[in-house]
């Protein structure tokens, strides 16, 4: 059994962490930007190929202490380089270290690079990839020293989880695809009420939701780090995708999803049909005071123009208190999740909304707005 850490972004560690549990992943223990668990080669192909919510899967190869780089090598040698790393494969190394001995990244990262090349008895070449279709061919590997303990991490997923592989099109300031995800299952969204996204830009959540209700599995049009491993099982891999392919519901309730911007509605539907859900998704080009949801009570799922990086000129006051009024107009008892990231904004709205879970999208703070419409 590997110790395995999902990364997750600071805040959404509770709703990784039950993600988890559902698809039967034994979290053990929560910390700052991700959730401990464990397993084997299965349980991180499992991991890697349904996760929504997490950024990337590492299995922690080594613990150890160090307080000198000849430590460092010769311990870092021991580790078993040979079931990640193919003879002459590039790797890329990430080095953080705080308040150790060994403060200089560089030169652990000169040091691990050493010990690899040490153990597989060829040189190993640590470079920068150029983009990201090089950063696919790297191994990449995280050390970290932290008051002189070492902990080194292989990576498992290569390009970041949220790249799903069908958002090639962006509008303006999109939601990454994990925070989309997050979102939703923070909502509390039963799969089988309507939901609607009046502000979906790209089509981030409408097209998540309809990933989700259809249980098509985030990663299975995806390569991973792991498919380049010297032991990589790819009967196992066909096995689990089989399992996947052989239980998706036919039935989805009503997802409708709207703008005022023609051209991001367009990315939206090409976004959608490249995820394979076009065919689940009502999108319309219409402004928010023009929405149209159903009668029966759903979900309104949402990420309005924050201000920092869409409208950052606007006074955009008016524009919630306006999202407000639509909503207790039109979707009365509805369940409501909006992600803002100005508590003044929302306060806008006139909803009581409850605003525990917080995170940061892109660099910016951000809350997510919880509540019922009156
Ligand atoms: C933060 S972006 C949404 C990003 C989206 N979640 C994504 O992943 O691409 C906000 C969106 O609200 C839209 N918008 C701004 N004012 C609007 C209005 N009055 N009615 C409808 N949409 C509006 C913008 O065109 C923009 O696409």
Known sequence: MDELFAVVTPGLESVAWNEMQELGLNPLTKESGGVLFQGDLKTIYWANLNLRTVSRILIRLGHFHASAFSELRKKAGRLPWENFINPGQPISLRATCHKSRLYHSDGVI???VGAISDRLGSFSNHQKPKDIEDANLHQLIVVRLSND?????????????????????????????????????ASGWNKNQPLLDPFCGSGTIPIEASLLALGLSPGQKRQFAFMLWPNYD????????????????????????????????????????????????????????????????????????????VNSNKDLRNLYAQFGNVMRSHCKNWNTAILCSDPKLLAQIGLKLDTTLRFTNGGISVILGKGIVP
């Not at 070492?150 to 069908?166: A, E, F, N, Q």
Request: with cysteine; hydrophobic share 40%; aromatic share 6%.
């Open 110 to 112: 000169e040091r691990v």
């Open 149 to 185: 303990e070492c902990t080194i991490s292989i990576d498992t997923s290569g390009d970041l989880l949220h790249r799903r592989g069908y958002r090639l099109a962006t509008a303006k300031a999109p939601l990454r695809e994990t925070l989309a995800a997050s979102i939703i299952l």
């Open 234 to 309: 790819k009967s196992l891999w066909d096995n689990l995708l089989n399992v996947i392919q052989s239980t998706h519901p036919h039935e989805l309730p009503l997802i409708q999803a709207s703008d005022r911007d023609a051209g991001a509605i367009e990315m939206a539907r090409a976004n959608a049909k490249r995820a394979g859900v076009s065919d689940f998704i009502e999108f319309e080009c219409r402004a928010i005071s023009a929405i149209s949801p159903p009668p029966d009570p759903g979900f309104l799922i949402t990420n309005p123009p924050y201000g920092l990086r």
